[in-house]
């Protein structure tokens, strides 16, 4: 029948593309299961509701039949050449979204662990130490650009991404409680993150009017707070 879904004479060349083409935020590893016509997809991140398979949902792009690459929101029917399957997303802690490519918009959700592992924070602390050491990087390069009369560049850009991407990062991490992690420093944690956020809006204060003077003395000004995120930096990631 024209028009007619079918699961079956998915070549065994399309499951190969169609797996080799995922990609997804922290992907772990893809595989289609014939038997269960699904499409596996694994992640090391950790999700403990609905809300936290959004942004995961939102960075998967996978080609369709025809190697046009799909996000979230065209992945449908005709671009698998009627050939309909399952998604299962299935997060390092073992929860899962599932849907067909049908109807991407009615999800099942399975969310059977509702507390983040305490290697979700050392991850997190991991990457956030990194991200706090790149943003006192790209503010002393500034620094030193201005006072020597060089170009910035795309400097000031990233520097923002990067106060973006902190601004983030504190935000998820003072969203942590005890009733949804096991962590027995979370206390001191979100003490250091109290301590982060004045010293890094000092520093966006200080970028802000050293790049509209066009000289680096207010960078130069605020050094005491450059040394203090790169201790605390290294503290979190040691925790």
Excluded: H
């Amino acid at each position: 029948m024209q028009g007619c879904s079918s699961k079956d004479n998915i070549s065994k060349e399309q499951l190969q593309n169609l797996t080799n083409s995922v990609s997804l935020s922290q992907l772990e590893k893809t595989e289609f299961d014939k038997k269960d016509n699904k499409l596996i997809i694994t992640t090391n991140d950790e999700v403990i509701n609905k809300e936290g398979f959004e942004p995961i949902m939102k960075s998967l792009k996978l080609n369709g039949f025809n190697g046009k690459s799909l996000n979230i929101d065209n992945i449908n029917l005709n671009e698998f050449n009627n050939k309909d399957f399952n998604i299962v997303i299935v997060t390092k802690n073992n929860n899962t979204v599932s849907f067909n490519i049908k109807d991407i918009v009615n999800r099942n959700y399975n969310i059977t662990q509702m507390k983040y592992s305490n290697e979700y924070m050392k991850n997190k602390l991991t990457s956030f130490s990194k991200e706090l050491i790149t943003f006192d990087e790209l503010a002393g390069t500034i620094e030193a650009d201005l006072e020597k009369g060089r170009s910035l560049g795309d400097k000031v850009e990233k520097f923002k991404e990067m106060t973006t991407k902190v601004n983030s990062s504190i935000a998820t991490l003072k969203s942590l409680s005890t009733e949804n992690i096991e962590y027995a420093k979370l206390d001191e944690v979100k003490s250091k993150l109290t301590r982060l956020e004045a010293l890094t809006n000092n520093m966006v204060v200080a970028v802000d009017k050293s790049v509209k003077a066009n000289n680096g003395s207010a960078i130069a000004a605020a050094f005491l707070n450059i040394n203090d995120i790169d201790k605390i930096a290294r503290d979190l990631a040691a925790m």
